[in-house]
């Protein structure tokens, strides 16, 4: 059975359906960012002890971390609505005013991918978050004319897994920016349990161990993974995912003991071999490995320099010592990092 074949055992509709119902519930629910919740506690126990709404929130950090988990659950301690969309759905400054105008009083509003934003949609995004207002200009020409909405009071709260492409004037205007960190295998450990109670699923606490270490740092992975160890218990087992399940699991995936998947040993491989261990710029270890620079930049190199096994240099990407270690290939000198 290919990896494909196990991916596509359960239809895509089933696994979105899942991924809600894994999803926290009440704020002790959410696991582990100790240190965001608390600082979100104050902020959300203030407003409601005001009776206002909180000021903008910006969550960034890795993809799969919880951030609009944490979304979701501030809307559930102001005890309001959130409204949620992304960046790239707000194509057209049209499509902002129709959401802010349709907003009530004490509403979130969620953008993820907030770094994706267009610029001009970004610019009206300034007096709505600032002012409550939005400046909606009617004509072209001399004949231009603006006209000011007042709008309800409400909190954005956006998600970014690229603060660094965040313009100064949006950062600015956001009254609380926090970063989400990669979880410890404790943490992970902790999810994997809870999802596999939601999920009626028995689990060995071995295979529980085995899931966290290879869910690279992240609790979106980690479900994942026990997703499909879930499945291949019920097809090849007697339905509890025990630590040779979760085993067989893994090498079907072609995930190893650290968490890598194909495509970062490939990243690795194409920088030691075809690069003779870097510098390599992002555009040619694209073209190399045939992947979206944004993906390598957003899904495979946080994990890779979590690891160790990636260096990020002023002229480019560079494998370390322990990424040779890993791949069982020989350290030469030739290979020494670059400053």
Same mark, same amino acid.
């Given at each position: 059975m290919s990896t494909d074949r196990l991916e596509a055992d359960?239809?895509?509709?089933?696994?979105?359906?899942?991924?809600?119902?894994?999803?926290?519930?009440?704020?002790?629910?959410?696991?582990?960012?100790?240190?965001?919740?608390?600082?979100?506690?104050?902020?959300?126990?203030?407003?409601?002890?005001?009776?206002?709404?909180?000021?903008?929130?910006?969550?960034?950090?890795?993809?799969?971390?919880?951030?609009?988990?944490?979304?979701?659950?501030?809307?559930?301690?102001?005890?309001?609505?959130?409204?949620?969309?992304?960046?790239? !759905?707000?194509?057209?400054?049209? $499509?902002? &005013?129709?959401?802010?105008? *349709? +907003?009530?009083?004490? %509403?979130? #509003?969620?953008?993820?991918?907030?770094?994706?934003?267009?610029?001009?949609?970004?610019?009206i995004l300034y007096p709505a978050m600032e002012s409550r207002t939005l400046d909606i200009i009617i004509g072209k020409g001399p004949s231009a004319r603006t006209i000011q909405i007042d709008l309800p009071p409400f909190t954005l709260v956006a998600a970014t897994t690229r603060s660094g492409m965040l313009s100064g004037p949006l950062r600015s205007r956001f009254g609380a920016s926090y970063r989400l960190d990669f979880y410890n295998a404790d943490d992970l450990g902790k999810i994997v349990m809870r999802s596999a109670a939601i999920l009626q699923t028995p689990i060995e606490p071995a295979a529980v161990e085995r899931i966290s270490i290879s869910s690279r740092f992240t609790p979106r992975v980690a479900n994942r993974l026990?997703?499909?160890?879930?499945?291949?218990?019920?097809?090849?087992? !007697?339905?509890?995912?025990?630590? $040779?399940? &979760?085993?067989?699991?893994? *090498? +079907?995936?072609?995930? %190893?003991? #650290?968490?890598?998947?194909?495509?970062?040993?490939?990243i690795l491989d194409a920088i030691i071999t075809t690069f003779s261990g870097g510098p390599v710029g992002l555009q040619a270890l694209a073209a190399t490995t045939s992947e979206e620079e944004d993906t390598i930049v957003e899904v495979y190199e946080p994990y890779l320099m979590q690891l160790g096994f990636l260096e990020r240099t002023p002229r480019g990407r560079v494998a370390t010592e322990r990424a040779y270690e890993h791949l069982g290939r020989a350290y030469t000198a030739q290979s020494t990092l670059i400053s």
């Open positions: 359960k239809p895509e509709k089933e696994d979105y359906a899942l991924d809600l119902a894994l999803r926290p519930k009440e704020w002790s629910d959410y696991v582990g960012q100790g240190h965001v919740k608390r600082n979100l506690r104050i902020l959300i126990d203030a407003a409601r002890m005001r009776a206002e709404p909180m000021e903008h929130v910006l969550l960034s950090g890795p993809a799969g971390l919880g951030k609009t988990s944490l979304a979701h659950l501030i809307a559930r301690e102001m005890n309001t609505n959130i409204r949620v969309t992304s960046g790239p !759905a707000i194509e057209r400054v049209g $499509d902002l &005013a129709s959401i802010l105008t *349709n +907003l009530i009083p004490g %509403d979130i #509003l969620f953008i993820d991918e907030v770094h994706r934003l267009n610029k001009l949609v970004e610019e026990l997703k499909r160890t879930r499945d291949y218990a019920q097809v090849h087992g !007697a339905g509890t995912v025990t630590d $040779d399940i &979760a085993q067989q699991t893994l *090498n +079907l995936l072609e995930i %190893d003991a #650290l968490g890598l998947e194909p495509m970062d040993r490939r």
